[in-house]
């Protein structure tokens, strides 16, 4: 079924989510006659919306109420000149957009779907394309700025076992399997290959964390090339959480120590 949302309605809509944004659970709330008839706007998923131009892409939810196993997620695109349209159905769906949303990715029912900025299926990448480690199960990554590298990662449990990066342009699969990130914290530049992680443990629960706390542990910060295979050690505190984060400028790694915010060029070492 196609609706069409008034450019007054969506423009509440973007205003509404924006004062939101400091949510990661931020859905699309819009009044019910509205909504596809039996969808529910989705806040189960952890990314369950992305903002491209003038299009809203929003995850939504459908169960049959006679039956608590029948149930799906959908991804669809709404645009205030075009009638919204649903891109994908199926159960656990992801999906990531790319920066000038000419690309979509989907992962659903074991396969990532590649669609172009219509909705129309243009690749289809299975599961065991991708999947190539024992125990893991692949997760979407992020897009490069241009869209001609789509990453993705192999994760057992909270630990990324490899990551893969797919190019777009040939189809081409590498993996990088050789570093294994389980600490609480990591985060890959989809433009350079860079990885900066630290070993800031897993704690599953306030006891652990209050030891590691209480342990005065030195924690380190680095940043991995999975193509170069070359390391930096950043920075290093007790018992610190560097929250690391790449900027806009795809070589400067932004990260903390205490409160304090501070920064690392890579080219300017």
């Known amino acids: 079924k196609n609706m069409k949302i008034p450019r007054i309605i969506y423009v ?38 992305e903002f491209r131009s003038d299009k809203i892409y929003a995850l939504y939810d459908w169960e049959n109420p006679e039956d608590e196993d029948d149930w799906s997620d959908a991804l669809w695109c709404f645009s205030p000149y075009e009638d919204a349209k649903m891109i994908a159905e199926g159960k656990g769906l992801e999906f990531r957009v790319t920066e000038e949303g000419k690309l979509i990715a989907v992962e659903v029912d074991g396969n990532i779907d590649i669609y172009d900025a219509e909705g129309n299926l243009i690749h289809r990448i299975s599961d065991e394309d991708v999947n190539t480690e024992e125990y893991t199960e692949v997760r979407l990554e992020q897009w490069n700025d241009d869209g001609s590298v789509l990453w993705c990662s192999l994760m057992e449990t909270y630990v990324t076992v490899a ?90 790694l932004v990260y903390y120590m205490g409160y304090k915010s501070n920064s690392y060029d890579i080219e300017g070492e």
């Not at 630290?198 to 999975?226: C, K, R």
Request: glycine fraction near 2%.
């Open 12 to 49: 509440l809509i973007i205003m509404l989510l924006i004062l939101n944004a400091c949510s990661n659970n931020s859905s699309v709330d819009v009044e019910n006659e509205k909504v596809p008839e039996g969808f529910t706007s989705s806040n189960q998923q952890f990314h369950n919306i």
């Open 163 to 252: 990551y893969v990066a797919i190019d777009t342009n040939s189809w081409e699969i590498t993996k990088y399997n050789d570093r294994t990130f389980s600490s609480d914290e990591y985060v890959l530049n989809p433009n350079t290959g860079w990885v900066a992680y630290s070993d800031y443990p897993v704690t599953l629960d306030i006891i652990a964390f209050d030891e590691y706390m209480e342990s005065g542990q030195m924690t380190m910060l680095y940043i991995y090339n999975l193509i170069t295979k070359e390391e930096r050690v950043i920075d290093s505190s007790e018992t610190n959480k560097f929250k690391p984060k790449w900027s806009n400028n795809s070589n400067e």
